[in-house]
């Protein structure tokens, strides 16, 4: 079955360190995967896309197949990258999004 | 990124009440989605919409869930008969594209 498992419920990290949000999808054809940001008491929002594999806010993911990865990386953590994060997969043949259980990221000052 | 608007932002039933939810409409748009997470779980998704019709439902949405565009623009998410069990929050989602989804606020449902 196909599924996304984000291994981590919550991150923290202190301001200026490396972050790195974890993604592992299940499925055999080619995905499609995204990452949402969900800022406290807001929308889901679209974050990256891996078919732009554009950089936003300084996030950027690589989809590695090999290991069925897709994980979040942003060099230098800000306070205002808090939020939840949560992966997403898109199958062949469906609409429908497949999302993982989120990860709570906590910038500390 | 395309707004997308939901009412209302909270909503309280009675089990066994039928609620109607709501996605304020956006031109251009011809994908449509329902999905809910309930507390302290994941995201799920219920039904998708396009041409008027429903392309794909889980599980989750059984003969309990309807969607409609009533009038060619809002886009609901009816539950007939609601149980304990669907209080979530419920989020519509619109794209243009295939894979382009946008999300609303949400509405969240207590049902009592």
């Not at chain 2, 809910?36 to 396009?50: A, D, M, N, P, T």
Request: aromatic share 14%; with cysteine; hydrophobic share 30%.
């Amino acid at each position: 079955a196909q599924r996304v498992t984000q291994p981590e419920k919550l991150l923290s990290v202190f301001k200026g360190a490396p972050v790195e949000l974890k993604c592992n999808y299940s499925y055999s054809g080619s995905p499609e995967l995204f990452w949402y940001v969900q800022y406290s008491r807001q929308r889901l929002q679209l974050l990256l896309r891996h078919i732009s594999r554009e950089s936003i806010k300084g996030f950027t993911a690589d989809l590695n197949k090999g290991e069925t990865s897709f994980h979040l990386k942003k060099p230098f953590a800000q306070e205002e990258d808090s939020a939840m994060y949560y992966c997403a997969l898109s199958t062949s043949g469906t609409y429908k999004y497949i999302f993982g259980t989120g990860t709570r990221l906590k910038v500390l000052a | 990124e395309p707004e997308v608007t939901q009412t209302p932002s909270h909503q309280v039933t009675q089990m066994g009440q039928e609620v109607i939810l709501r996605c304020v409409p956006i031109s251009n748009h011809l994908y449509f989605y329902w999905y809910r997470q309930i507390l302290g779980q994941k995201v799920e998704f219920l039904v998708s919409f396009y041409n008027n019709e429903i392309s794909e439902k889980s599980e989750i949405f059984d003969d309990q869930f309807s969607v409609e565009r009533p009038d060619g623009s809002n886009f609901t998410l009816k539950i007939r008969s609601t149980k304990l069990e669907d209080s979530a929050m419920y989020f519509c989602a619109r794209g243009s594209a295939r894979y382009e989804q946008y999300f609303g606020p949400g509405t969240r449902l207590t049902v009592t």
